[in-house]
C-alpha cells in the first residue's frame, strides 16, 4: 500500500481513541479547558453516566464569534505559538486537538460569549465530516458546551463502556480531583437532574479544611498533618497523614503545578519517606502540590498529560523525601497532639523560582494560574496551606472545631460486629451500636426517593408481563404517578399489565415476585404518600438475614453517610443506639 496523508476524520477519530477513553475523559478535556480560560464558578450536568449527555457552563473568558471554528478544528490552540512557549507551560491544556476530538465521536455544542461582545453565538457540530454550524444564541459572559450521544457513530468503542454507574463514579473522581486542585473554583456537579456535589469557592483556612474535609473524609483530616517546604525552587505544600496513625483507606493525590499526576519517581519518594518513619507496615496516605518552574519538566509525555518527566529527577526525588520525613520526625517528636499541623523548619533556606507573571501574548485572554503560592503576594484562595502567623495552637483548634461541627454527620469508625448484624462503631466521643439491618433498609427507601424519578426509570430488553386480578389492575391504573415516582413503569394492555422499565435502585430485585405483592398492598391502601410506599418497598427488598463482615459494614455505612445525612443528624432508637461506658470505667477506677 503506498504511503498517503490520512482524512482529517480518520486523523480525529484516531485522536479521538487516544484522548476520549470514556465519559469521564471528555468531562477532564472541558473542565481544563474551563480553568484555562480563567472560570471561577463551574456547573457540570451529566445524564446517565455521561453518554446521553455531558454539559459544562463556565463564567470563563469566553470565546469570540470568529474563533468559534477554531476552537473545534484540531491543533488549534490560543496557549501556546512557539517552542519557548513548549517549554514553559503552565496552563492545563496546549495542544488544541480535545475538541476536535470529542466532536468527531458525539454530537457537539458549544456557546460563548466574551465580555467585548454583546451576543452570544454557538457553534454546532457532529460526527466525522466535523462541518461547523454558526448561530446567534443568548448567553452570559461566559461558555456552555454541551457533548450529547458519546460514541454514537463509533459502537465498538461505546460497547466497552461501563454500567451508568460505573461511568458516574469516574466522572466523580474527575470532579474530586478538581475540587482538590482549584480551592479558588467553585464547582456544582449533577447526574440525572439531581445535585450531588456543590463545593464552594474557598475564601479562608476554615473553608480549605472543610472542602478537605468533605473530599477526603473525617478519618483522614482527623490524623491530617499540614505540610510546607520551600527550597532551591521546589515548593511542597499540602497534607499527609501521621507515619503510625489508625488504618484507613489510601488516599493518595499530588499535583504538579495544579495538574495531577502519576509518577513512580514521586510514589517512591513518598513511600520510602514513611517507612523511614513508620514502625509497620503503611499505606501512606497524602494530599500534595508540588511547584516548581515550569521550564524543568516535560508535560508534553502522553496525551492524557497525566505524566511528567523531570530534567532533574534526582533534586525533586531528594526534595520530597526530605520535606515529608522532617514533617513526619517533627510530629513524631513533638509533645502537643498528634494532628496539629506542622511548622517548617526555620533552616529551611526560602528560594523563590523565576516564574513569568504575565501571560504570554498567544495566550490571549485566558487566565490560567500561574503557582502563585511561593511566592509573597498570596491570596487567600490559594494553596496557601501555612501561614506563619497562625500558631500551632490556632492550627490544632481550628480542626477540632471542624471536626466537632461534623460529628452529626458521619458515624466514624467500624469498630467489631455484634451478634452479626449489629456494627460497634465510634460516634463523636461515644461508643454505640448501629443496626445494620435498619441502615440497609433505610439505604433502600432514600434510593427509591429522589426527587426526579422519571428519569431514572430505565427500559427493559424484554419487558416482562403479569396477569392480575381486577382490584390489582385497578390499583395500577389508580396509582401509576405513584409508581413511577418510586421507578417503576406499568403499562396496562387488554387483560395483562407489562413491566416496561425499572430504576437502578429496583434494578437487583425480583420484579415478578415483588410486583403483585406490591399491586394488593396498593389496593388495600388508600390514600397513600410516596414516603410511606418508599418505606414498604424496602422492606420488601431487605436482604435475607446473614452475618455481617466489618468490610460490608465499612461499604454499608460509606453509602450510608453519603446518601442519609438527615438520619444521621437524628438517628432513630432503632437504628442507633449509644454505650454508656461511664459505669464501667467507675468500676475499673475503683
Not at 69 to 76: G, I, M, N, S
Not at 201 to 224: D, I, M, Y
Not at 298 to 327: C, G, M, S, W
Not at 487 to 511: C, F, P, Y
Request: glycine share 4%; hydrophobic share 40%.
Amino acid at each position: 500500500m503506498p504511503i498517503k496523508i490520512l482524512p482529517t476524520e480518520l486523523a480525529n477519530q484516531i485522536a479521538a481513541g487516544e484522548v476520549v477513553e470514556r465519559p469521564a475523559s471528555v468531562v477532564k478535556e472541558l473542565v481544563e479547558n474551563s480553568l484555562d480560560a480563567g472560570a471561577t464558578k463551574m456547573e457540570i450536568d451529566i445524564h446517565r453516566g455521561g453518554i446521553e449527555q455531558i454539559q459544562i457552563c463556565d463564567n470563563g473568558c469566553g470565546i469570540s464569534k470568529e474563533d468559534l471554528p477554531l476552537a473545534l478544528a484540531r491543533h488549534a490552540t490560543d496557549k501556546i505559538a512557539s517552542l519557548e512557549d513548549l517549554q514553559s507551560i503552565l496552563s492545563m491544556g496546549f495542544r488544541g486537538e480535545a475538541l476536535a476530538s470529542i466532536s468527531s465521536v458525539s454530537r457537539l455544542q458549544l456557546t460563548s460569549r466574551p465580555a467585548e461582545q454583546e451576543d452570544a453565538w454557538q457553534a454546532y457540530t457532529e460526527g466525522r465530516d466535523m462541518n461547523v454550524t454558526i448561530k446567534p444564541a443568548s448567553h452570559p459572559v461566559g461558555s456552555t458546551i454541551e457533548v450529547l450521544n458519546l460514541f454514537y457513530n463509533t459502537p465498538a468503542r461505546r460497547k466497552f463502556l461501563r454500567t451508568e454507574k460505573t461511568e458516574w463514579q469516574y466522572i466523580d473522581e474527575v470532579v474530586r480531583r478538581l475540587a482538590l486542585s482549584r480551592f479558588d473554583v467553585s464547582i456544582s456537579l449533577s447526574h440525572n437532574g439531581k445535585l450531588l456535589r456543590q463545593y464552594v469557592r474557598v475564601q479562608s483556612g476554615s473553608q480549605r479544611e472543610r472542602r478537605l474535609l468533605r473530599l477526603c473524609g473525617a478519618p483522614f483530616l482527623k490524623q491530617a498533618l499540614a505540610l510546607s517546604f520551600d527550597h532551591s525552587g521546589l515548593s511542597l505544600k499540602g497534607w499527609i497523614a501521621e507515619a503510625n496513625g489508625p488504618k484507613m483507606n489510601e488516599i493518595q493525590y499530588f499535583f504538579i503545578n495544579r495538574r495531577i499526576i502519576r509518577d513512580r519517581v514521586i510514589n517512591h519518594a513518598v513511600r520510602q519517606a514513611y517507612e523511614a518513619i513508620s514502625t509497620g507496615p503503611k499505606n501512606p496516605s497524602y494530599v500534595l502540590y508540588l511547584d516548581i518552574d515550569p521550564r524543568q519538566i516535560d508535560v508534553n509525555v502522553h496525551p492524557t498529560k497525566q505524566e511528567v518527566r523531570f530534567h532533574q529527577t534526582r533534586l525533586v526525588h531528594d526534595f520530597i523525601y526530605h520535606a515529608i520525613t522532617n514533617a513526619l520526625s517533627h510530629s513524631a517528636c513533638s509533645s502537643s497532639d498528634s494532628s496539629a499541623d506542622i511548622e517548617q523548619n526555620d533552616s529551611v533556606v526560602k528560594e523563590s523560582p523565576k516564574i513569568r507573571k504575565e501571560n504570554r501574548a498567544s495566550a490571549g485572554r485566558n487566565t490560567y494560574v500561574e503557582p502563585d503560592i511561593i511566592t509573597k503576594q498570596t491570596d487567600e484562595a490559594s494553596l496557601s496551606f501555612h501561614d506563619t502567623s497562625r500558631t500551632e495552637h490556632k492550627e490544632t483548634s481550628l480542626k477540632k472545631d471542624i471536626l466537632g461541627e461534623v460529628n452529626e454527620h458521619y458515624f466514624w469508625r467500624v469498630l467489631s460486629i455484634v451478634s452479626s448484624c449489629y456494627a460497634l462503631i465510634e460516634y463523636g466521643n461515644n461508643i454505640a451500636l448501629l443496626s445494620l439491618p435498619e441502615a440497609d433498609r433505610l439505604l433502600k427507601k432514600v434510593g427509591l426517593t429522589p426527587p426526579s424519578e422519571k428519569s431514572r426509570i430505565q427500559p427493559l430488553l424484554i419487558p416482562v408481563k403479569f396477569t392480575l386480578e381486577k382490584a390489582e389492575m385497578m390499583a395500577c391504573e389508580r396509582h401509576q404517578h405513584l409508581l413511577t415516582l418510586i421507578g417503576i413503569e406499568l403499562v396496562i394492555e387488554k387483560d395483562t399489565t407489562v413491566l416496561r422499565g425499572i430504576s437502578l435502585a429496583l434494578r437487583a430485585h425480583n420484579m415478578q415476585k415483588l410486583i403483585p405483592k406490591l399491586l394488593v398492598y396498593l389496593s388495600e391502601h388508600a390514600p397513600l404518600l410516596p414516603e410511606n410506599l418508599a418505606d414498604w418497598v424496602a422492606a420488601q427488598l431487605q436482604s435475607l438475614p446473614h452475618e455481617w463482615t466489618v468490610s460490608q459494614a465499612v461499604q454499608l455505612l460509606t453509602d450510608f453517610e453519603r446518601y442519609c445525612p438527615r438520619y444521621i443528624k437524628e438517628p432513630s432508637e432503632k437504628l442507633l443506639q449509644c454505650i454508656d461506658i461511664q459505669p464501667a470505667l467507675a468500676r475499673l477506677a475503683h
